[in-house]
């Protein structure tokens, strides 16, 4: 009999990670769903551990593995949009925990975000300020809030870009900027505002 082959989907959404085995004729082979701890920190900004989500992730395979007996021809990634955070590209190693998506600011902290140039900036032009700002109001907190050591390795990006950078054994083809962080923060046109990166004090090559 032969083996049959499928696409590995692989999704974060509201705190969990879910595997999922598909044919190519879209018939879901099997899946299964992994909750991730969710901490929050002095501020009550919400946080995960990335390599929780790697563990999750390689869990979810083998218990897939285990029970269907098949060939995995391709793998697909999806992140829901907010989930920031920096690591270092040499070592692929996180230097934050990765930010949650749909999180709000304590009040104090909040108008500082509110007065702070770069809400300004993205206050002028409204495509580049989404709905809920999540990813906004994520990159600009890591870029105060958090602290680590700046060196020419280090990136921010989606969890989606580490994860992809992760699976395909450190691949500089995997460092692309998610659809979120190019529609809705850091892009004028097909380049990045260095107006708004000024403001963050980031510089272009720590994003990819």
């Known amino acids: 009999m032969a083996i049959k082959s499928v696409v590995c989907t692989i999704s974060v959404w509201d705190r969990s990670v879910r595997v999922s085995f598909i044919q190519k004729s879209l018939r879901i082979v099997g899946e299964v769903s992994l909750n991730l701890t969710v901490t929050s920190n002095e501020h009550g900004m919400h946080i995960i551990d990335p390599f929780e989500v790697t563990y999750c992730i390689r869990s979810g395979i083998q218990q897939l593995l285990s029970t269907h007996s098949v060939n995995i021809s391709n793998i ?37 975000f509110k007065f702070s140039s770069f809400y300004q900036l993205l206050s002028e032009h409204p495509n580049q300020l989404s709905t809920d700002h999540n990813v906004a109001l994520n990159v600009w907190y890591l870029s105060k809030y958090f602290k680590y050591k700046s060196s020419d390795s280090v990136i921010i990006s989606g969890l989606d870009t580490w994860i992809m950078y992760f699976l395909t054994g450190y691949s500089p083809d995997s460092l692309v900027s998610s659809v979120d962080m190019m529609s809705e923060l850091l892009f004028d046109g097909d380049d990045w505002d260095d107006p708004l990166l000024k403001s963050l004090k980031l510089s272009r090559s720590m994003f990819p």
């Open 76 to 112: 697909c990634v999806a992140v829901m949009p907010g989930y920031l955070m920096a690591w270092d590209h040499d070592t692929c190693r996180p230097v934050t925990d990765c930010l949650c998506s749909n999180n709000s600011l304590p009040k104090d902290v909040y108008q500082l």
